[in-house]
């Protein structure tokens, strides 16, 4: 179901909760609200439609990918770059990383691996910050 955005940055500010399998609903949400914001939007994470629970989803080449309880694990290639958010107005610089290795659960809640850089590795830095109440 595609949810309205949240844009109250108190309510953002707010750590999320693990994600546990009985959240494979929201997770479905997040993917129906990232596709009806597709044109705007490369990520979402569920704070942002209103759930608490560290659930992100991230637009790659081949797939709207979902994950849920996703940790960074290794990170490297710091660099500046600046970015925008679907809950916030205008555009911030931050600070990211080249390319992240990162540990999640997937569609189905089994456990997953797996490197990422560029782009998708932004949107997951982006995302993960979300669910940590971090907004760039
Ligand atoms: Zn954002």
Redo the contacts with the bound molecule.
Sequence with gaps: MIRSIVKDEKFLAKKCKPATKKDLAIGQDLLDTLRANQSVCI???AN?IGQQKNIIVVHTDLINLVMYNPRILQKQGEYETS??????KGVRQTKRYQHIRVQYYDATFHKQVNDFSGLVAQTIQ??V??CNGI??
Aim: charged content about 20%; aromatic content about 0%; some cysteine.
């Design positions: 990520g979402m994470a942002m970015e925008g958010c679907l809950s916030l982006h995302e910050d979300h907004l760039i």
